[in-house]
């Protein structure tokens, strides 16, 4: 029974659930995002578990990466504040359970508690998308058909080209 002994093992699910909490926090917007990152080295900077950060990058510095990927016009900035104000809100929400969530001590917790903090970071995580697909589809809808294969080259997560029944 060494694993009960542990240090590291005791510790494990309290990193564990800051680690979700950043990969939730960052997976918001870093998969759509990685086509605008790929010409541009991410600013390195010190590691951090806030989910504000990611990869040294700060929620203003994704949404100052997602407005130029989408090439944003003067005329759709109104929309695209909408956008911001739902990336801030959610890495403001995401901060906020991973601040209350530091408080108890990993050691303390279980394998249940484990797993409903996972649950929580993950309800955030859908909370999060459903609040920027609601901001995000206001901005979708006012862009032109161009501007709009734009977004969709940004947002494909998938790696590959639409099938010739999708577009």
Same mark, same amino acid.
Do not use: C
């Given at each position: 029974?060494? =694993?009960?002994?542990?240090?590291?093992?005791?510790?494990?699910?309290?990193?564990? $659930?800051? #680690?979700?909490? /950043?990969?939730?926090?960052?997976?918001?917007?870093? !998969?759509?995002?990685?086509?605008?990152?790929? #010409?541009?080295?991410? &600013?390195?900077?010190?590691?951090?578990?806030?989910?504000?950060?990611?990869?040294?990058?700060?929620?203003?510095?994704?949404?100052?990466?997602?407005?130029?990927?989408?090439?944003?016009?003067?005329?759709?900035?109104?929309?695209?504040? /909408?956008?911001?104000?739902?990336?801030?809100?959610?890495?403001?929400?995401?901060?906020?359970?991973?601040?209350?969530?530091?408080? $108890?001590?990993?050691?303390?917790? $279980?394998?249940?508690?484990?797993?409903?903090?996972?649950?929580? =970071?993950?309800?955030?995580? &859908?909370? /999060?998308?459903?609040?920027?697909?609601?901001? =995000? /589809?206001?901005?979708?809808?006012?862009?032109?058909? !161009?501007?709009?294969?734009? #977004?969709?080259?940004? =947002?494909?997560?998938?790696?590959?080209?639409? $099938?010739?029944?999708?577009?």
């Amino acid at each position: 029974m060494p =694993f009960l002994t542990n240090p590291i093992a005791r510790r494990a699910p309290f990193v564990r $659930s800051v #680690a979700i909490a /950043g990969l939730l926090g960052a997976t918001m917007l870093a !998969a759509p995002l990685a086509a605008a990152w790929a #010409a541009d080295a991410p &600013v390195k900077t010190a590691a951090t578990t806030d989910a504000t950060q990611t990869k040294g990058e700060t929620v203003e510095q994704r949404i100052t990466n997602l407005h130029a990927a989408l090439k944003i016009t003067a005329e759709e900035e109104t929309q695209w504040n /909408g956008v911001a104000q739902a990336m801030r809100e959610n890495a403001t929400a995401m901060d906020k359970l991973v601040a209350e969530k530091r408080t $108890s001590p990993p050691q303390n917790m $279980s394998a249940v508690e484990d797993l409903k903090t996972y649950q929580l =970071f993950a309800q955030a995580h &859908v909370d /999060g998308l459903k609040n920027l697909i609601s901001a =995000f /589809g206001t901005l979708y809808n006012a862009m032109p058909d !161009a501007q709009k294969k734009v #977004a969709d080259g940004v =947002f494909n997560t998938t790696g590959h080209e639409p $099938s010739p029944t999708h577009g």
